[in-house]
């Protein structure tokens, strides 16, 4: 679910995988993981990730998800 959401919301706001990564302060290779489903961000930057789209974790990620966090 994450990795479709996060692509989604990224779509949605006009945001360039690099646009995305500047505002949470990480690197354009860690989006791109996070869209191919090969990692999940940190909390922190999971809570960066919720303010800049207004969502809740909840909206982005699974149960499943959020306990490998």
Known sequence: MFKERIRELRSKNN????DLAKKLNISRQSISKWENGLSYPTRTSLNLICEVFNVHIQDIMDQDEVMLI
């Open 15 to 18: 945001y360039t995988q690099d």
